[in-house]
C-alpha cells in the first residue's frame, strides 16, 4: 500500500545522486553507453527505434541518436502533449530538434518535423525507456510523469513488441524497487559496464 510514497522517496534518492554527476561523469557514461547499446541484438537489427533526447545528468542518449540515424536507422523521438501523453517525431541530425519548455518543468529538446501521432511508436522494433532505476526482476522506477505507462499501455493494447531497454549508470540496476500490478518488466538494461538481460520480445 506504500508504493507511491516508496517511489517518490526513492526517485528522489536517484535524481540527487544523479545531480551529483560532473559533465564530464555524464559525457564519459554517454560515450560507454552508445557503444554497448549499439552492439545489443535488439537495436543491431532494428528499422525503427523509439527513444528520447536526455536532459541535464540522464544517462546520456545523443551520442546514441546519432550512431542509429546515421546506420540508416528511422528514430522516432517523443513529443510531450498538454495531458503528459507523448505525440512522436522523426530525428533526422542535431539541427532537427528544437528547445521546447513545458510549464515550469525543464526544457526538453523535441523533433521540430511533422507530427506522426501517438500510435506512430506502435511500429518501433526497440523502444527507449528514460528511467531512474530497474530491478532484478526487470521492473523499471520511471519518473512519476506517466508518460511512458501510456506509450507501454499503447503498446500492449496494439499488440506490439518491441524490445524494451533502459540507460542507467551501474548503481542504478538494484535488487528491487516498487512494482505495482500494470507495471510492465523491460527486456534488457544498458549501463556503461555491461548489459543486464531480463528474458526477450515473444
Known amino acids: 500500500m506504500e508504493t507511491e510514497p516508496d517511489k517518490r522517496m526513492l526517485r528522489r534518492d536517484f535524481m540527487a ?5 560532473t559533465a564530464d561523469d555524464v559525457q564519459a557514461a554517454a560515450t560507454a553507453l552508445a557503444a554497448r547499446a549499439l552492439d545489443l541484438p535488439e537495436l543491431a537489427h532494428a528499422r525503427t527505434v523509439a527513444a528520447y533526447v536526455s536532459v541535464g545528468t540522464e544517462p546520456g542518449t545523443r551520442a546514441l541518436l546519432d550512431a542509429l540515424h546515421a546506420r540508416g ?3 522516432l523521438l517523443p513529443v510531450l502533449l498538454p495531458d ?10 542535431e539541427a532537427s530538434l528544437v528547445e521546447v519548455r513545458h510549464g515550469g518543468r525543464m526544457a526538453l529538446l523535441e523533433p521540430s518535423g511533422e507530427r506522426l501521432g501517438a500510435d506512430a511508436v506502435t511500429t518501433a ?3 527507449l525507456l528514460p528511467g531512474l532505476a ?12 506517466g508518460s511512458y505507462d501510456r506509450v507501454l499501455a499503447r503498446l500492449e493494447r496494439s499488440a506490439a513488441d518491441p524490445a524494451l531497454v533502459v540507460l542507467l ?11 505495482e500490478p500494470h507495471d510492465r518488466p523491460v527486456h534488457a538494461v544498458v549501463t556503461p559496464s555491461g548489459v543486464h538481460r531480463f528474458g526477450g520480445p515473444s
Open 169 to 179: 549508470y551501474d548503481s542504478e540496476v538494484v535488487p528491487r524497487v516498487p512494482a
Open 134 to 145: 530497474v530491478d532484478d526482476r526487470g521492473m523499471r522506477l520511471g519518473r512519476g510523469g
Open 125 to 127: 522494433d526497440a523502444v
Open 17 to 21: 545522486v544523479r545531480n551529483r554527476l
Open 73 to 75: 536507422v528511422r528514430v
Open 84 to 93: 503528459n501523453d507523448l505525440d512522436w517525431g522523426t530525428y533526422t541530425g
